[in-house]
């Protein structure tokens, strides 16, 4: 039979020794015990809320508030889509050139005025004022960024500053 006092141990101090480990695991499962206790209070709070209510139904509210809020999301950009579609439509490059039609002292009252769509659309509006005559408008359809009929310097360089201009 095996003896602690063979290998030169005393076996008081191996009884003291583990009597001390067993008194130190005592009190940390006690501590463990006590946490433990805490933390299933904290959960069965947390899963039956505050106000009585499952966590359950609070997910389920949670995920109505989600697809109400996709549902408007997908409202608004339907709505954003149709406001870029006629926004494409709307004159939104603009080409302007003041100059003396006439050559007259009244200075440079005469004006070209290019209103363009973003697919470069849109109309030469040229006003030509003269101090003795009155004053004459014509407009002239742009299509593409073409016109069919003749432009004058004052029209060609108003539709190129239409075309170039950048929003």
């Given at each position: 039979m095996f003896h602690f006092s063979d290998i030169g141990l005393e076996t008081d101090l191996i009884i003291l020794v583990a009597?001390?480990?067993i008194i130190v695991l005592f009190i940390l499962m006690i501590v463990l015990l006590a946490k433990n206790s805490n933390l299933k209070k904290?959960?069965?709070n947390f899963m039956s809320g505050d106000d009585g209510k499952s966590l359950e139904k609070a997910f389920q509210k949670k995920f109505q508030n989600v697809e109400f809020i996709n549902d408007k999301l997908n409202e608004m950009d339907a709505h954003l889509n149709k406001i870029d579609a006629n926004l494409l439509k709307t004159y939104q490059k603009v080409g302007i050139?003041?100059?003396d039609a006439f050559k007259q002292i009244g200075g440079s009252l005469s004006f070209v005025l290019a209103l363009l769509t973003m697919d470069h659309d849109g109309f030469i509006l040229n006003c030509m004022h003269s101090n003795t005559e009155g004053c004459y408008t014509y407009i002239k359809e742009v299509k593409k960024g073409e016109v069919f009929?003749?432009?004058s310097d004052e029209e060609l360089q108003a539709l190129e500053e239409a075309k170039n201009s950048h929003l």
């Open positions: 009597l001390g480990l904290r959960y069965e050139v003041k100059y009929v003749t432009l």
